[in-house]
């Protein structure tokens, strides 16, 4: 069995030296070829690199969705599920307000794009449309489990929000008090 790493901070960062020695003296080193070089990117980095977000993606989805479904179903009561999806959903705004006033006082003090001249100008009525708010509504609604995958949390992160927290409330207890049998004895 494998057992954990004493330190892995050190290992992570160790490990990110190594990658940046690496890179600087593939790219300024004339000792090796170019064709030896774009081997070495393309069949060693990128490659690893794809699989290893690819397996990042395989674990991370699952993980954020079953942590949620646990989370949610594990509250005593679903009046403490609305008051944390309340807060939650305060901070999400608040910190959206905060990163677009930030974004928009960097915009007007660089003014990026300002001296950028577009070969051809586009006309209003000639962009493509985009989706209205009922598809987008519908969007919201996943169609089936396959919320798990990642393709489909890559496409649209609230289907899989939605699903887990249908999921927890379907299969959190219901206190013996409030339950009313639907035929009598």
């Not at 901070?9 to 070089?37: C, E, H, P, Q, W």
């Not at 509504?137 to 949390?153: G, Q």
């Amino acid at each position: 069995m494998l057992d954990a790493p004493k330190n892995l901070t050190r290992n992570v960062l160790i490990a990110m030296f190594l990658g940046a020695l690496i890179g600087a003296i593939l790219y300024y080193s004339s000792s090796f070829s170019d064709g030896l070089k774009d081997f070495i990117f393309e069949y060693i980095f990128k490659l690893g690199g794809e699989i290893f977000i690819n397996l990042l993606k395989l674990m991370v989805v699952p993980l954020v969705f079953f942590s949620l479904v646990s989370g949610i179903a594990s509250l005593s009561s679903l009046k403490s599920f609305g008051n944390i999806a309340s807060k939650t959903i305060a901070l999400y705004l608040f910190t959206t307000a905060i990163a677009v006033s930030i974004s928009l006082v960097v915009g007007s003090i660089f003014q990026p794009g300002s001296g950028y001249l577009m070969a051809e100008t586009v006309a209003l009525k000639d962009l493509p449309e985009g989706q209205g708010i009922y598809q987008t509504i519908v969007n919201i609604v996943p169609e089936a489990l396959k919320v798990l995958t990642s393709a489909s949390l890559n496409k649209n992160h609230v289907n899989s929000f939605l699903a887990a927290i249908i999921i927890s409330v379907a299969t959190t207890p219901i206190p013996a008090a409030s339950v009313i049998p639907v035929i009598p004895e």
